[in-house]
Every structure is written in structure tokens, then in C-alpha cells.
């Protein structure tokens, strides 16, 4: 069993998370660093990161490059952009470094946000507490003549992995049909998925597209203008995985058209989102400021997952959530 080890740490932590992360690696020495204001901020050069075999949190990509002890990076996200270029996987694999994230710390409470907006949509209720801010009419007959049962929808979620899979588990009592997309295809699936070949037309069909994709070289505009206007016109648009994967004038076009009824957006580009840019003013677009992984123990699951991982480090087992 390893012990004795160095573990440099920035994760944002509340004050109770934090002591819990110091009393779990007790057998180790710990480096906290001055931690990033948020739990996806990148953190600042530290020259202590290069005495460490391990690393947790949101390092800033060029200390791991110079980095000649590190053996395991944990990210304290699911995302892992910055760190998603050749040189950085290059050092890593020349080292015979492990990154890992924290994907599975955020796949339940993603799909639930998803699953209030599919909700909230089916039923009106965004409709009917703009009628309470503003006129307080009492518009029963249009809002009940609009709602709709979630029963036989079709919902199409791109970027299948562990939140899709965690959605589509919620979505079961509710006899929905889900269909997931992804580029390369994985055995297993209790849904159908469909790749590159099928994207379109499964577009065409569906009642709700929810895009979870990453950001990376590929992914980035996949949702441009000519994309939004492939799916089925009246479908509702979601987006919970990072904002550069959608082209917003065009996204803000197909809304004002009518061509897409609704969006419901938890990731922008840029974040935060400018007051005066244009979807805080688009209809029927409504945001949510990257709270969709985020609940009141969020911090503590963090340092569950890590020291998780940790546990299976000293003892020379799979690490949980590996990336590269």
C-alpha cells in the first residue's frame, strides 16, 4: 500500500469539506494551495504543485507539464478542456500519469436539473410565473390547452454518457421514448444510440434535443445554424455541458422564428453571461447560471470521490472517472 505520499490540492472546498479532505489524507502530506473561487476556475501557478505525486483540483495545465513526480491527477470536474490537447497527453503518457475527473459526482444532479426543465416545459410553468410577474391575468384556458404530458415524447440526448444515462433512468416511469447520440459507439446501452450517420434524421423526430457534450475541437458549434435548423421544428432545446458547443445568434434566431419553441440553457459562451447579451432577452430562452451540477453537498462529494480514488491508488486498483 502506498503511503507517505505528496497531494496537492485547490479545489473550491467550504470550511466543513475542506477539514474532511485533511482528516482522509492523514497518511499523507497535503498541500493546500490558495484555492479558485469556483469549483471550474483554473488556479495559479504554485510552485509547491511540483513536489507532488498527486494532484486534486483545477491545476493550471502548465505546472503539470513541468511536473516530473506526478503520477495521478483527480479533476474537481467533469470537464476537462483545458487539459484536452496533445502536448498534455503527450507528457502524461510519457510519465505514465493518470488523469481522472469527477464525472460521476455530477450525474445525478445534472439530470435532475434536466428533468425539472422537461417538466416545468411539459407543464407550463414558465408561462405561468411570467404571467405572475407581469399581467396577472388568469390565462387558464391557453396554458392548460398547451401543456403536455411527457408520455410518448421523444427525447434525444447527444453526448450520451454517465448524466444521459442517469436522465434516461429517471425518464423511465414516464414511458418516454429516448434515443442517445454518440460519435463512436459503446456496447451495453439499455436505449438506442445512434451515431454520425443517424443524427440528422433522429433530429427531425425528436421532441426534445438535450445537448451534454463537452468542449473540445470537435464538439465545438456542433449546434451551429444549419444543425438547429435540422431539428423537428416546435422541439424544445437543452444545454448543459458547456456553451461553446452551441452558436447563439443562430440558437437566438431559431427561437425568435418560432422554428424552436423554447431553450433552456445552464451553459453560456462566454460565462458569466454579459447583461446586455442577446438570450437574456431572446423569448422563450431561459437560463440558469451553471448551477446544474451544483447542490449543498457538492464539495463533500468532491472529497468522496477523491478519496475514493485515493484509496484505490494506494492499494493499485482502477481508478473511478479515468480519463486518460
Keep these: 500500500m502506498a503511503t507517505g505520499l505528496t497531494i496537492w490540492a485547490n479545489p473550491f472546498l467550504i470550511a466543513c469539506s475542506e477539514e474532511l479532505l485533511i482528516r482522509s489524507t492523514g497518511a499523507h502530506k497535503l498541500i493546500l494551495a490558495q484555492k479558485a473561487e469556483h469549483v471550474l476556475d483554473v488556479g495559479t501557478l504554485d510552485p509547491r504543485l511540483l513536489q ?13 507539464i513541468q511536473s516530473k513526480k506526478l503520477r495521478w491527477l483527480q479533476l474537481s470536474s467533469a470537464g476537462y478542456a483545458r487539459y484536452d490537447n496533445q502536448e498534455f497527453r503527450s507528457v502524461l503518457k510519457e510519465r505514465a500519469a493518470t488523469m481522472t475527473n469527477s464525472s460521476s459526482v455530477y450525474d445525478e444532479p445534472c439530470a435532475e436539473h434536466l428533468m425539472a426543465w422537461l417538466l416545468a416545459d411539459s407543464r407550463q410553468l414558465y408561462p405561468a410565473y411570467d404571467n405572475q410577474r407581469g399581467l396577472r391575468g388568469w390565462p387558464q384556458n391557453e396554458l392548460r390547452l398547451n401543456t403536455r404530458l411527457l408520455m410518448h415524447q ?24 429516448v434515443i442517445g447520440y454518440r460519435r463512436t459507439m459503446q456496447r451495453g446501452s439499455n436505449i438506442r444510440v445512434v ?29 451551429n445554424s444549419e444543425r438547429l435548423r435540422q431539428i423537428k421544428a416546435g422541439a424544445r432545446y437543452y444545454s448543459i455541458g458547456r456553451g461553446t458547443t ?17 431553450a433552456y440553457l445552464d451553459v453560456t459562451d462566454p460565462e458569466p453571461l454579459p447583461p446586455d447579451n442577446l438570450l437574456w432577452s431572446t423569448p422563450n430562452c431561459y437560463i440558469t447560471p451553471h448551477t446544474g451540477g451544483g447542490h449543498v453537498n457538492e464539495t463533500d462529494r468532491l472529497v468522496g470521490h477523491f478519496v475514493e480514488n485515493l484509496r484505490r491508488y494506494e492499494e493499485g486498483k482502477e481508478l473511478i472517472d479515468r480519463v486518460f
Excluded at 52 to 64: C, K, L, N, S, Y
Design 195 to 223: 451515431g454520425p450517420a443517424e443524427l440528422a434524421s433522429t433530429l427531425a423526430t425528436a421532441d426534445h434535443v438535450i445537448n451534454i457534450l463537452p468542449d473540445n475541437s470537435q464538439t465545438r458549434h456542433f449546434f
Design 154 to 177: 421523444t427525447v434525444f440526448i447527444i453526448g450520451y454518457g454517465a448524466i444521459g444515462r442517469r436522465l434516461a433512468e429517471l425518464l423511465v416511469p414516464y414511458s418516454v421514448q
Design 246 to 262: 452551441t452558436e447563439q445568434e443562430a440558437l437566438a434566431e431559431n427561437l425568435r422564428s418560432g422554428h424552436l419553441l423554447a
Design 52 to 64: 507532488a505525486e498527486i494532484v486534486f483540483g483545477q491545476p493550471d495545465p502548465r505546472a503539470i
